[in-house]
């Protein structure tokens, strides 16, 4: 079955720069990619998403790009404030019903 | 979380006694899935039902543990006899049906909070 390994676990940066977080999948089949973001106490909430016909998304200061001959895909923000300090999760589905999850990145921005 | 609203949200049992947790999807989406997350951890998938129809529960623990999404009314996910290890976060999240744009796109509620004391 899909599995899905996410790094960093735990991403501290300043305000102002940039924050990547990364993850792999295992299923070539896999063809749909979202990313949530979970703040303290709430629901994950889908923040963008990608799908296996193109390379990049980008939706103001987010932006994810997918890698599917090495299978991977990647979460950039940039200028990041500190509303932006959340656990943030990448997803593969291969179509159907079962959307296999990252463990997580907690993220921090500090002011 | 584009509607999806689940009930209540924090939820105290003492050991032994049962747990009944609300999902009510979004308006139109027939896909119900339930997930737990312990703290500090991850989202671990438990069932996926559509109306009327357990579609895979291979997440959810065979014993104490069942769920339901009828006809009419919301989802319950419905633990019996509960332990201290049952304490966690189990969110519901909902996709649209199949054939419809985005059903692989799940979206979810705020959570429900168990404790068990």
């Known amino acids: 079955g899909e599995n899905v390994e996410q790094h960093p676990s735990t991403l501290s940066v300043q305000e102002g720069d940039s924050a990547v977080i990364k993850c792999t999948y295992s299923?070539?089949?896999?063809?749909?990619f979202p990313w949530y973001k979970q703040e303290l106490g709430k629901g994950p909430q889908l923040i963008i998403d990608?799908?296996?016909?193109?390379g990049e998304k980008k939706d103001q200061r987010i932006a994810v790009t997918l890698n599917k001959t090495a299978k991977h895909f990647s979460l950039h923000i940039t200028e990041t404030q500190p509303e932006d300090s959340a656990v943030y999760f990448c997803?593969?589905?291969?179509?159907?019903?079962?959307?296999?999850f990252g463990a997580g990145t907690r993220l921090f921005v500090k002011a | 979380n584009a509607g999806v609203m689940q009930n209540p949200r924090h939820l105290v049992r003492r050991r032994g006694q049962e747990a009944r947790l609300r999902c009510s999807p979004v308006?139109?989406?027939?896909?119900v899935y339930w997930y737990r997350q312990l703290p500090e951890e991850g989202l671990k998938f438990m069932v996926y039902?559509?109306?009327?129809?357990?579609?895979?529960e291979s997440g959810m623990p065979k014993e104490r543990f069942s769920a339901e999404f009828p006809k009419e009314g919301p989802s319950i996910l419905r633990i019996q006899q509960v332990v201290r290890g049952d304490s966690a976060a189990y969110f519901c999240?909902?996709?649209?049906?199949?054939?419809?744009?985005?059903?692989?796109?799940?979206?979810f509620g705020p959570g429900t909070r168990l404790t068990v004391l």
């Open positions: 999240a909902s996709s649209p049906p199949q054939g419809a744009p985005g059903t692989d796109t799940q979206y």
């Open positions: 299923d070539s089949a896999s063809n749909y």
């Open positions: 990608i799908r296996s016909n193109v």
């Open positions: 997803a593969a589905n291969t179509g159907g019903f079962k959307t296999i």
């Open positions: 308006k139109g989406h027939s896909h």
């Open positions: 039902l559509q109306k009327e129809n357990i579609i895979d």
